[in-house]
Nanobody, 115 residues
């Protein structure tokens, strides 16, 4: 079992920045990938970024060049640095961890970007 707690959400104007953090506890040594997803009002949850155990990363096209995902193994956290935010980045951001075929989700943190 893995427990995930997100923090760092808030309200910001377009062009601003936010840094989200996801703190993991429990069976952290078995975690393979850690992802950030987001869900805008009335839309399906979508993939945003991934960091693998050895550090390689992936991003959805819409955030490439603006968002950076990083993994701090010493602190058992995964961070998402979000720059040049746009109103379409608004949503609830969720952290997800994968261990083998099991997935674990955090409770989410709200990000609101105003124009």
């Amino acid at each position: 079992q893995v427990q995930l707690v997100e923090s760092g959400g808030g309200a910001v104007q377009a062009g601003g920045s936010l840094r989200l953090s996801c703190a993991a506890s429990g069976n952290i040594f078995s975690i393979n990938t850690m992802d950030w997803y987001r869900q805008a009002p009335g839309k399906q949850r979508e993939f945003v970024a991934r960091v693998r155990k050895l550090g390689s990363t992936n991003y959805v096209d819409s955030v490439k060049g603006r968002f950076t995902i990083s993994r701090d193994n010493a602190k058992n956290t995964v961070n998402l640095q979000m720059n040049s935010l746009k109103p379409e980045d608004t949503g609830v951001y969720y952290c997800r961890a994968s261990i083998a075929s099991s997935l674990f989700w955090g409770q989410g943190t709200q990000v609101t970007v105003s124009s």
